[in-house]
């Protein structure tokens, strides 16, 4: 191995390994600077580096797929001078956590890259919404990294038994899922968080108001991030952060804290989506029929769960929900999703045609 200790020590708080040194071997041999990148806006970013923070620019990588810009969290290879001074490669992400933009042209957004755990930070603030928590969740599993679901504000339900039930929800809601109850102001469960973290990046997500920049501030152990009172009527906040910021942790790990997100549209997480809902999947398994849309077919073991009351009526409409959305995502750029949905569309119209040909016959 070339790098000398130097380099190792300067970026393993950062999480460099020897993979990402391997990696790196061919941009070494170009005399480029290995760094990670802790901050982007405006096409600049911040990398560390073993020489410090460095200011470069990343037009040289950025290319017209969205999903291929430089973002935080990303290990790059940088120019050791210059003015400007530019990025010229990413390494292979291992993991990436992408999200549908709000546009029309069904494009994604990165967020944040090489990612281990997402911990999604919930209100106790203000009423839980489980559809919400479940998305985010999807998202989280077809990065590649493990969720963890953080309640924030804990120190706002006093009563243990309401505490235990708003738990006891999320659990249903989130299965393989660490749930976390925590009070960053007064430090109640964050022994928890902070070991769970202390190894990797961590990616933190969630909506304004959530909490999110007094955890980060409560983890990295000072006030590196502003911090604004969210609203009393709803619990939501102004964006307080307004970029990703990665930051070193003292125990160990690092973090990215992100900007409140209001939309969180799905991008291609039909794997994702699976894993959130494990328990219907592996009840679909079970149906008569392997193209079961657990609608009205007969030996549908989902809709037998469903009566049975073993499965939430909000958890399948939530999973009908999410599916329906990621088809549409998918179907916009995949011709072959497109012919599949319409051939689908076409067989329940028939299907319905059919049913209320039956209803007329019994009424004449």
């Given at each position: 191995m070339s790098f000398s200790s130097a380099v190792f020590s300067a970026l393993a708080p950062y999480g460099w390994d020897e993979a990402w040194a391997d990696a790196f071997t061919p941009y070494e041999a170009e005399g480029l600077l290995p760094g990670r990148v802790i901050r982007v806006d405006r096409g600049q970013c911040d990398v560390v580096t073993a020489d410090g923070v460095l200011r470069a620019d990343t037009a040289f990588v950025t290319p017209h797929d969205p999903l291929r810009v430089v973002c935080t969290g990303d290990w790059v290879a940088v120019e050791p001078g210059g003015r400007p001074r530019y990025v010229r490669a990413y390494l292979p992400r291992r993991t990436a956590?992408?999200?549908?933009?709000?546009?029309?042209?069904?494009?994604?957004?990165?967020?944040?890259?090489?990612?281990?755990?997402?911990?999604?930070?919930?209100?106790?603030?203000?009423?839980?919404?489980?559809?919400?928590?479940?998305?985010?969740?999807?998202?989280?599993?077809?990065?590649?990294?493990?969720?963890?679901?953080?309640?924030?504000?804990?120190?706002?339900?006093?009563?243990?038994?309401?505490?235990?039930?708003?738990?006891?929800?999320?659990?249903?809601?989130?299965?393989?899922v660490p749930v976390l109850t925590v009070s960053a102001l007064h430090g109640d469960g964050l022994d928890v968080l902070v070991s769970l973290v202390g190894t990797g990046t961590s990616v933190l997500l969630g909506q304004s108001g959530a909490g999110k920049s007094t955890l980060a501030n409560a983890l990295v152990g000072e006030d590196v991030m502003d911090v604004r009172a969210a609203r009393d009527v709803d619990g939501k906040g102004r964006h307080t952060t307004t970029t990703r910021n990665l930051l070193p942790l003292p125990s160990g790990g690092v973090l990215i804290?992100?900007?409140?997100?209001?939309?969180?549209?799905?991008?291609?997480?039909?794997?994702?989506?699976?894993?959130?809902?494990?328990?219907?999947?592996?009840?679909?398994?079970?149906?008569?029929?392997?193209?079961?849309?657990?609608d009205t077919e007969p030996g549908c073991a989902v809709l037998a769960a469903l009566e049975r009351g073993e499965l939430p009526v909000r958890r399948l409409e939530s999973y009908r929900k999410l599916l329906r959305e990621n088809q549409w995502i998918v179907a916009k750029t995949d011709a072959r999703v497109r012919a599949e949905l319409r051939r689908d569309w076409k067989r329940k119209g028939a299907q319905g045609r059919a049913a209320m040909e039956a209803k007329r016959g019994r009424w004449a």
């Open positions: 956590f992408v999200r549908s933009t709000s546009s029309k042209r069904s494009e994604g957004q990165i967020l944040a890259a090489n990612v281990d755990h997402a911990v999604v930070a919930v209100s106790l603030a203000v009423e839980l919404d489980l559809g919400r928590v479940e998305r985010f969740l999807a998202l989280a599993w077809e990065s590649g990294a493990q969720p963890v679901v953080v309640l924030t504000k804990a120190d706002l339900v006093p009563d243990p038994v309401t505490l235990a039930h708003l738990v006891q929800d999320v659990e249903t809601s989130a299965p393989g804290d992100t900007p409140g997100l209001r939309g969180v549209g799905l991008f291609d997480a039909e794997s994702g989506v699976g894993q959130v809902f494990s328990e219907i999947e592996e009840l679909a398994g079970r149906c008569r029929f392997q193209d079961c849309s657990h």
